[in-house]
């Protein structure tokens, strides 16, 4: 198959969400070239995002009690350091983004109103008009964007693999979103900011063409990938049948919102002391039993917000009017939908991958924040600190070019696109065997159809997908313990003796599938 090989002195951004404009225009005026299936903000995660950012603007709340939150979520895997610096940087990203025109909403006293989310100390996160904080944030990046001659934005095109020599990242492959022959693209430098693995399941609530892609080109590569056992799962996805699920956002159990199941019990009273603020895990297994027993869980606002819940939050409120569910006269049927991958390509403090010219930020990556649980709203939080981080690491690092022309491409016919049966097959298996509860012979289980899937499906962006969720469930498998959003059935307990952080080669994730691969039937 013909393969266009083209040269850039520009920085090359994979992702048009959150991390990657934030980084494109730190970046500024050094050249970028932003490389996404969508254009800027769409299609993104961040975009979805309902909470908001997580942030101690309280006079009373503070950095160090944010980072002890982070901590204390994170079940014993955080970087303490990396929790330190995350959350003493959140003013000043809030401010800036005041400055750019996020309509954050405020008091009477002009004071930002602070919603209060599960396993914060305080109310804490920072958001717009309820459930609109990632939309209205997108909104003003995106704005500021267009001022930004300095960005060229090529929309349309998927990132397929990673060109590496010696340890070090020369460039990326790409193909048209709709298929194509392969280009690559050599560059000084290159920043994966494109979401993470939500995709891999059968519910989530990433936008859809979030399968771990990115996670997996660089796993292939040869980068360290690090937790790709922690996974969040989100306890009230709204089970309208559409894929992706909608959210039904936290901040509404946060004003007081209820879970209940069909029998009329608040199920969370009886497992934990703060019931339905508990740690997202918590919640999102009890929502997991709840529907495997048949009891239907569902999210009660009407004692606490009546018929304001239209007004006060109206993403909420569009997704369930548009699956027929009545917020102010009846209950939203929910359920445990992947949500959030703590895992990723392993960074340094400065964004810094294992591979040299490569860095990431955002869900792609793995800093150490968020451990085995993340702490609400920290996500957008940690995608505004460390694109920054890495776009000032980037430029140190790069020397500006005399010149830089915008680059070109004319994408041929070509290519060969995975067969919609084998991504559904995949994310059946990841459903099955790697999801809230997991054990050794389901995660063999997968790991030996998922050598079976990636065998007879020979499209490069699907094996970027496959190497992702080898890595998931190697991890998992590897893990003999519960931790966080890591749930061994057959392992229940926490194993102080494997309370560090996990790190793993797609090389060494092969070998572990090797050895189920051989024995297992899928
Ligand atoms: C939510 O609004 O419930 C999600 C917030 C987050 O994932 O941080």
Not at 214 to 228: H, K, L, S
Not at 259 to 274: E, K, Q, S, W, Y
Not at 484 to 499: F, I, L, S, V, Y
Request: one cysteine or more.
């Amino acid at each position: 198959m013909a393969m266009t090989r083209l040269r850039t002195e520009r920085i090359v951004i994979i992702g048009a969400g959150l991390g990657a404009i934030s980084a494109a225009l730190a970046l500024a005026p050094r050249p970028v070239l932003m490389i996404a299936p969508e254009p800027p903000g769409q299609g993104a995660s961040s975009a979805w995002a309902q909470g908001g950012v997580a942030a101690a603007m309280a006079a009373t709340d503070s950095a160090a009690a944010h980072a002890a939150d982070t901590v204390a979520a994170g079940a014993g895997t955080v970087d303490a350091a990396i929790a330190d610096m995350v959350t003493r940087a959140a003013r000043e990203h809030i401010a800036e983004l005041t400055d750019l025109g996020t309509p954050f909403d405020r008091d009477a006293q002009g004071g930002y109103v602070l919603s209060r989310e599960a396993a914060h100390s305080a109310a804490r996160v920072v958001r717009v008009k309820g459930d609109q904080a990632g939309r209205q944030i997108m909104d003003a990046l995106i704005a500021a964007l267009a001022r930004t001659p300095s960005v060229q934005v090529l929309p349309g095109a998927l990132l397929t693999g990673i060109e590496a020599r010696d340890g070090r990242a020369t460039g990326v492959v790409i193909e048209a979103a709709g298929g194509s022959a392969p280009v690559t693209i050599e560059a000084p430098a290159v920043l994966l900011a494109g979401g993470g693995s939500g995709g891999l399941w059968l519910h989530t609530t990433n936008p859809p063409r979030i399968r771990g892609q990115v996670i997996g080109a660089a796993a292939r590569a040869g980068a360290v990938i690090a937790d790709a056992e922690f996974v969040q799962f989100h306890p009230t996805a709204i089970a309208s049948g559409e894929d992706p699920l909608p959210l039904a956002t936290e901040a509404l159990r946060g004003e007081g919102a209820w879970l209940v199941n069909d029998n009329g019990d608040r199920f969370m009273t009886a497992i934990h002391p703060d019931a339905e603020l508990a740690p997202r895990d918590i919640v999102a297994r009890a929502v997991f039993a709840e529907r495997q027993a048949g009891r239907h869980p569902a999210l009660d606002t009407r004692a606490a917000l009546g018929a304001s819940v239209v007004e006060r939050f109206p993403a909420v409120a569009e997704a369930c009017a548009r699956a027929g569910i009545d917020p102010v006269q009846g209950t939203i049927p929910v359920a445990a939908a992947a949500h959030y991958h703590m895992g990723g390509i392993e960074t340094d403090a400065r964004g810094r991958s294992s591979l040299e010219g490569l860095w990431a930020c955002g869900e792609a990556a793995s800093t150490g924040l968020h451990g085995a649980n993340r702490l609400a709203s920290n996500g957008l939080l940690e995608a505004l600190v460390f694109a920054r981080r890495c776009a000032g690491d980037i430029l140190a690092e790069t020397p500006a070019p005399a010149h830089c022309p915008e680059v070109e491409i004319a994408f041929a016919p070509g290519g060969h696109a995975p067969a919609p049966e084998a991504v559904a097959r995949l994310r059946r298996l990841m459903t099955d065997h790697v999801a809230v509860l997991r054990d050794r012979a389901g995660l063999r289980r997968a790991l030996a159809g998922i050598a079976t899937l990636e065998a007879e499906e020979p499209a490069p962006v699907f094996h970027a997908m496959t190497a992702t969720a080898t890595l998931i469930a190697a991890s998992a498998l590897s893990r003999t313990e519960s931790r966080g959003g890591h749930c061994r059935t057959d392992h229940p307990e926490p194993d102080p003796a494997q309370a560090r952080r996990s790190r793993l080669t797609l090389d060494d994730a092969l070998s572990i599938r090797a050895t189920c691969a051989a024995t297992e039937t899928a």
